[in-house]
């Protein structure tokens, strides 16, 4: 008598072409960003954070760079009655100097949170399949 239900052996498949793209099952990652999954959370994370070190270095700067222009004042004396022309020194740097550091500190801000956004992009391009 013969075995009632016949055996069957398993094939392994295998592709001889090793350079063949391989099927990808992730999921895009502006999805995990849009969807704000734990992926997508990381990831936006890491995006504030970087613009949150460059805001907080430019208001120090800012804090320091004005902040630090009446304490100059204050501890150097001379500085006070120091007259560059017929102009003061403190109207000079406070009514003059200062408006172009603020527009070359501002140009930096942009500058380098554009790159910051543009490497964020990067990265989320590079992720996409």
């Not at 902040?67 to 102009?87: H, K, M, N, Q, V």
């Not at 930096?108 to 590079?126: C, G, K, M, N």
């Amino acid at each position: 008598m013969s075995d009632p239900s016949p055996t069957t052996q398993r094939v392994r498949v295998t592709s001889t072409r090793r350079d063949a793209t391989t099927r990808r099952d992730q999921r895009p990652l502006t999805r995990e960003i849009d969807e704000q999954s734990n992926l997508g959370e990381v990831f936006v994370a890491g995006l504030m954070s970087a613009q949150l070190r460059l805001a907080a270095m430019v208001l120090g700067f800012g804090a320091l760079g004005l902040g630090g222009l009446p304490l100059l004042f204050l501890l150097i004396p001379a500085t006070r009655s120091l007259e560059i022309g017929p102009i003061p020194l403190p109207w000079l740097i406070l009514g003059i100097v200062v408006y172009p550091v603020a527009l070359v500190v501002a140009r930096y801000y942009v500058r380098q949170s554009e790159r910051i956004e543009a490497e964020f992009s990067a990265v989320i391009a590079r992720r996409e399949p």
